[in-house]
């Protein structure tokens, strides 16, 4: 990718988030891609970077285990085991070990299903193997401390066995001169030590002459002599000998494993790196775990869809300081290429440009971004920065100058795949001069195809972008009566600076803000304020429709807690209803199997009778039993008709009364009372009745 100019990236604060990178890297590998961190420009690269970091984020939410533990800076190592002759020691072996030890882990990680959950993170090893034989050359030779076995060789193991009988021989020996010294009051407080690897005898300096043997040393105060007895010279000297051995055959031992490891150094080379780049994408998905990043989608053209973007460092800061950060949702494509954001100062208009600038340049650097994963990121091969005063002492330039070859040079070499940012275009001269140059570059980098960002103060951009196709405003929130801003992006009409409004919150005096007015053109004024109000209403309806968001999600939430009320009252009515007809059919089924039981025992004792008569009894019994259920159903037909017409109301019965009668639910009227008897005309006929068997009773009114 290209920058223009060349403090572009620290302009947009890359060099941060690098150094943020860099911090949780581990290896020398993963610090130094950090420092050098690549900009891509081809899709399937990028693409596959922001897929390693996604699938590494994710183990590291869900607390999954990934075998890169050992932190491995093995680049000395491996290119003395690609020089003939060389030699690596046994500590340095042992780090090689665990470079074997770490890709055989993350192989057998990678079973069948992971490689199919986690393609991204495969690939990594996609182009190289494991070899079992270096670990298995290097167990033969070295113990786990990185000391050589006895067994590595015939000739050590015959060494190391002669050393340790001559040891203990001269152990013994020494142990039986020293128990002889003490007993003659020759050794100092430290009967022995150790000096240039010979074992000696501490001797109070008046007594040296006394003991025979080689004088070896003294001690700083000269009271102490270190002399090595007569009598154990000789196998010292042997020890000295075989020890000397020793370490050529432990050096000819460990040359010979450096060079059969050395076929294997471009292997290793690979497996460092391999490990290094695992470090390294941890370190980019832990970055992305501090500012909540997200993998978006990615097109190969020049595009840029930002949903609730974070400005990455500004989260971070804000995250310490437990201050919330305002989202931004930007859009250039082919029909809104340029973006004109206007405000008041200190509104947010260069943060805003500073994030869709740093989060461009972190994807295309294959790292994950503080935006909602629905955002869409192009990809462009040059990006051209204009922040803050460009003023160069250097080239004796003013600021308008620096700010005109800047320009010039984003005119000649803009195009489609570029990506541009001018802060306040067109300042630094005459605001009518400088606002005319102003219209004359965005109109040329909008026909060079460019896409960016501009902010400005100029009326004449705001209403040039209004008309201009590809162009668009956008204005930066400002709350008029705090005298806040909101660094909120409202995109589609221009913003005021509320030039005025300031000077009278902050207690200007308004004699000079009202000469300040009338030195100022009527139409420009005037429209000043119309976006001013403009915007304040445009707050109030966005304000009015968030309490009425509210409402309805209130209203849509009582809705569906209704909803379940009277499905669970329907339902309880269910179960009533199902109750009652499972109880009327189970004394229905209790009726029948009982008359069936009936009836199975008359048809038995038919077939059992042989007189005429006991038949004939057999008859009426039968008769009697289905007449009674005919009856019965009968009764319970007309009981049912007259509760339909008829309500109960009891008490004491009077001439006149409507009444019941129990016996057979026949409704009449009361026409005499004799004691406990009643007459009670039904229809045309009057009937006597015991006032116990009756009830009375009104009749329903009729529902509408």
Do not use: C
Request: a neutral charge; glycine letters at 6%; aromatic letters at 6%.
């Amino acid at each position: 990718m290209k920058f223009f100019p060349e403090t572009a990236l620290s302009q947009l604060e890359f060099d941060k988030v690098k150094a943020l990178l860099e911090e949780h890297s581990k290896t020398e590998y993963a610090k130094s891609k950090s420092q050098d961190l690549r900009i891509h420009t081809r899709k399937e690269f990028i693409e596959l970077e922001l897929q390693q970091s996604h699938e590494y984020k994710l183990l590291i939410e869900h607390s999954m285990y990934f075998p890169n533990d050992y932190v491995l800076n093995l680049a000395k190592e491996l290119r003395l085991l690609g020089i003939s002759g060389a030699m690596l020691t046994g500590e340095q072996f042992m780090q090689i070990r665990k470079l074997a030890e770490s890709i055989s882990n993350i192989f057998r990680w990678f079973d069948a299903d992971r490689r199919l959950a986690y393609p991204a993170l495969v690939k990594v090893i996609g182009d190289t193997y494991y070899e079992k034989v270096i670990m298995e050359l290097i167990d033969d030779v070295l113990l786990e401390n990185g000391e050589v076995r006895d067994n590595a060789s015939e000739d050590l193991a015959r060494i190391r066995s002669s050393l340790y009988r001559r040891r203990t021989e001269l152990r013994r020996l020494f142990d039986k001169i020293v128990q002889k010294l003490s007993k003659a009051g020759y050794t100092a407080d430290i009967d022995e030590a150790f000096l240039n690897g010979r074992r000696v005898v501490a001797i109070v300096a008046e007594q040296k002459r006394q003991v025979k043997g080689i004088l070896h040393g003294e001690s700083d105060t000269r009271r102490t002599s270190y002399i090595e007895p007569e009598e154990t010279i000789e196998l010292n000297n042997e020890i000295f000998g075989l020890e000397n051995d020793e370490r050529r055959e432990v050096h000819r031992i460990l040359q010979q494993l450096t060079a059969r490891l050395a076929m294997y150094a471009p292997l290793l080379k690979t497996w460092h790196q391999v490990l290094g780049e695992y470090d390294f994408i941890q370190a980019k998905a832990k970055l992305a775990l501090d500012m909540n990043g997200n993998f978006p989608m990615l097109q190969d053209k020049a595009h840029v869809q930002l949903i609730q973007a974070y400005h990455p460092l500004l989260y971070l800061y804000h995250q310490k300081s437990k201050k919330p950060t305002i989202p931004v949702d930007v859009t250039l494509d082919e029909k809104r290429r340029i973006l004109v954001i206007s405000g008041p100062n200190a509104g947010g208009k260069t943060v805003t440009m500073k994030t869709v600038g740093l989060s461009q340049l972190m994807i295309q650097s294959g790292l994950l971004v503080p935006a909602h994963p629905n955002s869409v990121f192009g990809i462009f091969k040059q990006i051209m920065i204009h922040i803050g005063d460009t003023q160069s002492i250097e080239f004796e330039l003013s600021t308008y100058s620096s700010h005109l070859l800047h320009m010039k040079h984003f005119i000649e070499n803009a195009n489609g795949k570029t990506l541009f940012f001018i802060d306040e275009l067109g300042s630094g001269s005459d605001p009518n001069l400088g606002g005319a140059f102003a219209e004359v570059i965005m109109e040329e980098l909008g026909h060079k195809h460019a896409m960016g960002i501009v902010t400005t103060h100029y009326l004449n951009l705001k209403v040039m972008a209004n008309k201009t196709p590809g162009i668009i405003n956008g204005a930066m929130a400002f709350d008029e009566k705090t005298l806040m801003p909101l660094y909120k992006l409202t995109v589609g009409k221009p913003g005021s600076s509320y030039t005025f409004s300031i000077a009278e919150r902050i207690g200007l005096d308004k004699r000079l803000i009202e000469r300040a007015r009338n030195l100022v053109d009527e139409d420009h004024f005037r429209l000043d304020k119309l976006l001013n109000r403009a915007e304040q209403d445009q707050r109030e309806i966005e304000k009015k429709e968030k309490e009425l968001s509210k409402l309805i999600k209130e209203n849509e939430k009582l809705h569906k807690e209704m909803q379940l009320v009277i499905n669970k009252e329907r339902h309880l009515q269910q179960v009533e209803v199902l109750k009652h007809q499972n109880r009327i059919t189970e004394d229905r089924i209790a009726f029948l199997k009982d008359m069936e039981r009936t009836l199975k025992q008359l048809v038995f004792d038919w077939k059992k009778a042989e007189a005429q008569d006991d038949k004939k009894d057999l008859i009426k019994q039968m008769h009697a039993l289905l007449f009674k259920q005919h009856q019965k159903q009968v009764t319970e037909k007309v009981k049912k008709k007259i509760n339909s017409k008829y309500d109960e109301v009891g008490g004491d019965i009077q001439v006149g009364d409507k009444v019941l009668m129990k016996k057979n639910h026949q409704v009449g009227e009361v026409k005499e009372l004799r004691g406990k008897k009643a007459v009670v005309q039904l229809g045309l006929m009057p009937i006597t009745v015991s006032v116990d068997d009756l009830v009375v009773v009104t009749e329903k009114e009729n529902e509408e």
